[in-house]
């Protein structure tokens, strides 16, 4: 089974994504790919709060920042967290001095599609970021812009497209398996 979850920031997404991975599972291996490269405190404390979260359920983390398919495992359930994370990894490389490398956040797009069909369950957890009337600059512009095209990728091959606001979730296609 596929999930896509996306919503606004700290509204539940991660909590939903969580217990739907471990019920996915049915107590066979559950992955967490952390996909966040950490920036500065408040970074570190959401990674901390996130740790916190998901103890006790069994999860396997997995560091992630690019390159999905090397992490995985055709009998695993991924918990993928989070798609915008991964695509700003890939749209602004460290190593490239924060230049746009929109070929390769192409390429992190068909890897993602290509994950949901390889492994046996996956649930992406990605952010709503792109829904604002703020106009931004170029760089920010075009990084919504890829996640919002992204976003509608997975939606489309996804079982199960859920959006979540203030902890209430609404399912816009499937069902949820708890």
Do not use: W
Not at 37 to 56: F, V
Not at 104 to 131: K, M, P, W
């Amino acid at each position: 089974m596929t999930v896509f979850i996306s919503g606004g920031a700290k509204c539940g997404k991660s909590s939903l994504a969580q217990n739907l991975s471990v019920t996915l599972a049915g107590g066979g291996k559950h992955y967490y790919v952390a996909t966040m490269i950490p920036s500065g405190a408040e970074d570190y404390e959401r990674i901390r709060l996130h740790i916190a979260d998901r103890e006790g359920l069994g999860f396997e983390t997995v560091e992630c920042f690019k390159n999905i398919m090397s992490v995985a495992d055709v009998n695993g359930t991924f918990l993928v967290d989070s798609v915008t994370s991964l695509i700003q990894n890939a749209l602004f490389p460290a190593e490239k001095n924060y230049e746009m490398d929109l070929e390769t956040a192409n390429r992190c797009a068909d890897e993602l599609i290509q994950f949901a069909g390889t492994v046996r369950h996956v649930v992406f957890v990605s952010d709503y970021i792109y829904s604002d009337a703020e106009r931004y600059s170029e760089s920010t512009e075009m990084y919504r812009k890829c996640l919002a095209g992204i976003d509608r990728r997975l939606a489309k091959g996804c079982d199960t497209v859920i959006e979540v606001s203030a902890g209430q979730h609404i399912i816009h296609k499937g069902d949820l398996c708890i």
